[in-house]
């Protein structure tokens, strides 16, 4: 059984423009899915503040703009090639969520359209071996600062009426293992908080009616071809195991490509999905049901 499919996704491409006049936030976005995910809301004329963990990370976000200025400056409609800021904002510290709604405000006028909840804290651990620190770093990197990084955006009312807010979830939120216990629960938290979003800001409350009809949804991602996964000095028989232990089950069966997640997250930040929110949304290749 083929593990991945005999050709990678197709090259990057100038799309319709229906997000421009857009901006979103992608946390993560230098690399993986969250570059993936960059690259399409981009190619689909949206502006962007990618975010990354350190400053040492910041060339990956230029990189990814001058592939989007390649796309644009060769297209026969000449559409306006949207902006993409990278900033260094770790989810570990406290003053992520106040630079993130900075950088809105001195970039783009403090409008804010789409939020993707991608950036996580994603190391391993078994039961009977938990430390404080590694307990306190999941809590804050994956539910505490992504909570706060909306509290900040709302409370400055930088999302416009009709945003999306999606966030990344993980089939471990569902299907268990020992050793990331920590990282499945605070998934599991973000999607919680995540469909409390959904019930808040879709209109029925007058407190937040500069946003309404806003939408919130999760994206639960399978086993993706990402560089934490395949070039990070995980071991290749742990490799094969993740395999063995998700791709048979699957409806197609191979591992995922970041673009296959991007264009997932993609479909929720149209005007068609108005009226899919509080909803998880898989991005398994048909491995886990959501009931």
């Given amino acids: 059984?083929?593990?991945?499919?005999?050709?990678?996704?197709?090259p990057l491409r100038?799309?319709?423009?229906?997000?421009?006049?857009?901006?979103?936030?992608?946390?993560?976005?230098?690399?993986?899915i969250g570059r993936a995910i960059v690259l399409n809301l981009a190619?689909?004329?949206c502006?962007?503040?990618?975010?990354c963990s350190s400053p040492e990370s910041l060339h990956h976000i230029d990189t990814i703009s001058h592939s989007v200025e390649e796309i644009y400056r060769n297209n026969p409609h000449k559409h306006a090639k949207p902006k993409i800021v990278g900033i260094a904002a770790n989810l570990l510290d406290n003053e992520t969520p106040a630079l993130i709604a900075n950088t809105l405000q001195?970039?783009?006028?403090?409008?804010?359209?789409?939020?993707?909840?991608?950036?996580?804290f994603a190391s391993a651990m078994g039961i009977g071996k938990l430390t404080?620190?590694?307990?306190?770093d999941n809590l804050k990197a994956n539910i505490e600062t992504p909570v706060k990084m909306i509290e900040e955006c709302v409370k400055r009312q930088l999302f416009r009426p009709n945003s999306r807010i999606v966030s990344i979830s993980s089939v471990r939120a569902r299907k268990g293992w020992?050793?990331?216990?920590?990282?499945m629960a605070t998934k599991s938290a973000l999607e919680a908080a995540t469909r409390s979003w959904a019930d808040a800001f879709g209109g029925k409350n007058p407190e937040f009616a500069f946003m309404a009809g806003t939408t919130a949804n999760t994206v639960m991602v399978?086993?993706?071809?990402?560089?934490?996964?395949?070039?990070?000095?995980i071991p290749e028989e742990v490799v094969k195991t993740f395999e063995d232990e998700f791709v048979p089950h699957q409806g197609i069966p191979r591992v995922g490509w970041p673009e296959d997640v991007a264009d997932v997250v993609g479909l929720l930040c149209r005007e068609e999905s108005r009226w899919i929110t509080g909803s998880v949304v898989g991005a398994d290749g048909g491995g886990i049901s959501i009931l």
């Fill in 222 to 233: 399978g086993l993706t071809r990402t560089d934490a996964v395949y070039n990070n000095g």
């Fill in 106 to 120: 001195r970039h783009f006028v403090g409008h804010l359209d789409v939020f993707i909840n991608n950036a996580c």
């Fill in 43 to 45: 190619s689909r004329g």
């Fill in 132 to 136: 404080d620190e590694h307990i306190a």
């Fill in 47 to 51: 502006c962007v503040v990618a975010t």
């Fill in 178 to 183: 020992s050793q990331q216990i920590m990282y």
């Fill in 1 to 10: 059984m083929a593990s991945h499919p005999a050709r990678p996704p197709a």
């Fill in 14 to 32: 100038l799309r319709e423009q229906d997000l421009a006049d857009h901006v979103a936030v992608v946390t993560g976005g230098s690399r993986g």
